[in-house]
C-alpha cells in the first residue's frame, strides 16, 4: 500500500524497540521506560469510577465536552494558575495527547516554524513531524529561552514550553517565563505551554503557566492533562485552554479526530476535580518517595550521573555510552527497561530516561541489577 511520505520522518520511539527485546528474551522485565503512574489510584478515584459507571449513559457526550466539566476546568485554572478563563475557553480532549495535535492543526500554516526543547518529550517532535513544510528548531529549557527562540519567518514562531519538561524535570523560572511571554508578545509569537505535570514539582518548586500573567491567553493555548496529577492516565482525560476563536476552531477539528473524549472519563474527572490537591498531593507524596529511591540507589553509581529533577516523573541521568547500545545491552542481561536519550532530541544522546511512576518492587530490582551490571558497550568518554 502506498504510505504516505511525511510517515517516513516518523521512527519508532527508541524504548519501545528496547522492550520488545527484553520481552523476547527475557522472563522478567522492569519497565523504567514509559511515563505511567503505577500506584493505587487515590480512593477518591475509584470511589468516582464506581459511582461515574452506575450512572453514566453511554451516548456521545458533546464536542466540546460536559458544559459542567468546562465550567469546573475553568474554576480549576482560575484556581491553580490564577488564568483569566470561562467555560467557552476550554476543549476537553482525549489527554494531552490529542489536545496538542488538534492545536497544532488548528495553527500550524506551511512555512511556519516551530520551537521545540531540547530535550523533549518524543511525542512532541512525533506530532510536529506530521506536518509538510515547517520548520522545526530547538532551544535550551536550562535559561536564557526568550533569548534562544528570537527570529524565524517574520519573527513570529510557536514556541513549545513544558514545565516541569519531559524529559530532564527541569522548572523554567517565573522571570524567565515573564520574559518569554513578553518576547512572544512583540513578535506576534504563539505559546504553546504543556503543563502535564504543574502539579507535580518538588521542594515547593511550584511551575508558573504562561497564561497566569497581564497579556493572560492571548496567543497562548495550554495544553492539560489530568492523566498524572489524577494518576488516570488510561482514561484520557485532558483539555485546551485558549482564546474563544481558538477553540471554537479546534472544536472543528475535534470533528475529525476522536469526535469527544469518553463519558465516563469525563465523570471521573467532574467528580474528582473539586478535590484535585488532595489527589494530586498523594500522587506527588508517591513518585517523590520512589525518586528519593532512585537517588539514593544511584549515589555511587559509576554508571548513571543522576541530578535531582525539580519537578515531573523523570530523572534522565547522563551514562558514558551510546545510549541506545547501553539499554539494548542493560535490557538483554538485566530485563531492566530504559528509555535511550537520542529519542529525545538532539542534546539526549549520553542519557537514559528513567521513570520513578514505575512499580516500587521493579524499582528496588532494577537499582540492585544496575549497581552489579558492567557493560560490555565500548565507553564514550
Ligand atoms: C510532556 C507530556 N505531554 C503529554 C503527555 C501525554 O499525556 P496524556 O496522557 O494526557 O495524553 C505526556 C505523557 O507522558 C507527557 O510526558
Redesign the pocket.
Known sequence: MKIAARISRIVEPPHRRILKEALSRRSVVMNLSV?DIFIEPHPLVKDAVRKASEESSLTYPPVEGFSELRSLIAEYLVESRSLDVKAENILVT???????LVALMTVLDPGDRIILPDPT?P??TLAANLFDSIMIDYYSQDSDVSNQVSGGKDGRSLILV?SPN?PTGKIISTKDMETLVEHARENGSTIVS?E??LEIFFDGNKPVSPGSFDTGLENTII?G????NMGI?GL?V?FIASEKSMIDRASMVRYATSLTSNTLGQRVVLKTLPLINEISGYVRMNVEKRLRMFIQGFKRSDLLKVYEPQG??YIFPYVPFKSFEFCLELARETGVVMAPGQGFGPSGENHVRISFGAREEDIINSIELLNGFEPKVERCF
Open positions: 511515563g482525549a489527554g494531552a495527547s490529542e489536545a496538542f518529550y511525542q512532541h513544558c519531559n504543556d502535564t505535570y495544553i492533562s489530568f492523566s498524572k492516565t484520557r485532558g515531573s516523573l
